[in-house]
Nanobody, 123 residues
Framework: QVQLVESGGGLVQAGGSLRLSCAAS????????VGWFRQAPGKERDFVAS????????RYADSVKGRFTISRDNANNTVFLQMNSLKPEDTAVYHC????????????????WGQGIQVTVSS
């Protein structure tokens, strides 16, 4: 079975930082694009960032570009999201996601989802 397990969320003040991690198991990790989506209350699940098989082809939503950095460690089957200069509008449940072979940029393309982890940014 495939599992994606997020960690590292929590409460932070505006301007602060958090680092999310997602540990994957049950798949050939290096053959999947992996990434992050977020869903705020009353909103749809939106793309945040993704990264290609070997760490290339990084993509970011305009709203997080320059503040967030995605990376992956294929040796440990883990994808990270370093979130800096956090804003209250970043508050959401963050989900890691994986898509086999293909570029990951929309929720409809996701093959596997993590359970989600809360990130709350206070003003």
């Amino acid at each position: 079975q495939v599992q994606l397990v997020e960690s590292g969320g929590g409460l932070v003040q505006a301007g602060g930082s958090l680092r999310l991690s997602c540990a994957a198991s049950g798949l050939t990790f290096s053959t999947y694009y992996v990434g992050w989506f977020r869903q705020a209350p009353g909103k749809e699940r939106d793309f945040v960032a993704s990264i290609g098989w070997s760490g290339g082809d990084t993509r970011y939503a305009d709203s997080v570009k320059g503040r967030f950095t995605i990376s992956r460690d294929n040796a440990n089957n883990t994808v990270f999201l370093q979130m800096n200069s956090l804003k209250p509008e970043d508050t959401a449940v963050y989900h890691c996601a994986a898509r086999k072979f293909w570029v990951l940029s929309t929720a409809s393309g996701v093959d596997y989802w993590g359970q989600g982890i809360q990130v709350t940014v206070s003003s």
